[in-house]
T-cell receptor, first 114, second 116 residues
């Protein structure tokens, strides 16, 4: 059964720092991996979707990489800002557990202080 | 373009009461999903509908029923609410059908449900 782990659970950095959030998954048989942002009391906003055949995706100051063979993804945030404070979730879409399902990690709670 | 909408935003129920959570999407997506989010557990799939007229169980279906009313709407019903169903419920949709596993899911804002 696919399991997704995110480390660290919480991270606090000063504004301007570059930072890396980690996501690992146990089964490399996935269709894709998706990174989400969740603000307190709000829904999920999709940030980046990486298909299994891709190595990375970029959107503005965000860059996500995928190493399927080692079961790892990283989300790199450049020049962090207080507005980046949120919980970041990663989720994989397993091939062999019913492809309709996303398996989520429990998230990294990020606080960027001015 | 509203995307995925959910009603209500908040609800408090007493044990044994019933209620229906509503979800609608305006993106002409085939597939719709219901998830619940609990502290320390991540989001878990309750039910999904791969296409209009079909529904299937997800990871945690017990205590819930669903209806895919039409292509736009997918509702989640709690027949007899229990405190263990206190959670945040998210609806999502994607273009995907049974043949496509590679498409992005879009999420609604959530319904925060408390059962006392």
């Amino acid at each position: 059964k696919q399991e997704v782990t995110q480390i660290p659970a919480a991270l606090s950095v000063p504004e301007g720092e570059n930072l890396v959030l980690n996501c690992s998954f146990t089964d490399s048989a996935i269709y894709n991996l998706q990174w989400f942002r969740q603000d307190p009391g709000k829904g999920l906003t999709s940030l980046l979707l990486i298909q299994s055949s891709q190595r990375e995706q970029t959107s503005g100051r965000l860059n996500a990489s995928l190493d399927k063979s080692s079961g790892r993804s990283t989300l790199y945030i450049a020049a962090s800002q207080p507005g980046d404070s949120a919980t970041y979730l990663c989720a994989v879409r397993p091939i062999f557990e019913g492809f309709q399902k996303l398996v989520f990690g429990t998230g990294t709670r990020l606080l960027v202080s001015p | 373009n509203a995307g995925v909408t959910q009603t209500p935003k908040f609800q408090v129920l007493k044990t044994g009461q019933s209620m229906t959570l509503q979800c609608a999407q305006d993106m002409n997506h085939n597939s719709m999903y219901w998830y619940r989010q609990d502290p320390g557990m991540g989001l878990r799939l309750i039910y999904y509908s791969a296409s209009e007229g079909t529904t299937d169980k997800g990871e945690v279906p017990n205590g819930y029923n669903v209806s895919r009313l039409n292509k736009r709407e997918f509702s989640l019903r709690l027949e007899s609410a229990a405190p263990s169903q206190t959670s945040v419920y998210f609806c999502a949709s994607s273009e995907g059908s049974r043949d496509r596993g590679d498409l992005e899911q879009y999420f609604g804002p959530g319904t925060r449900l408390t059962v006392t």
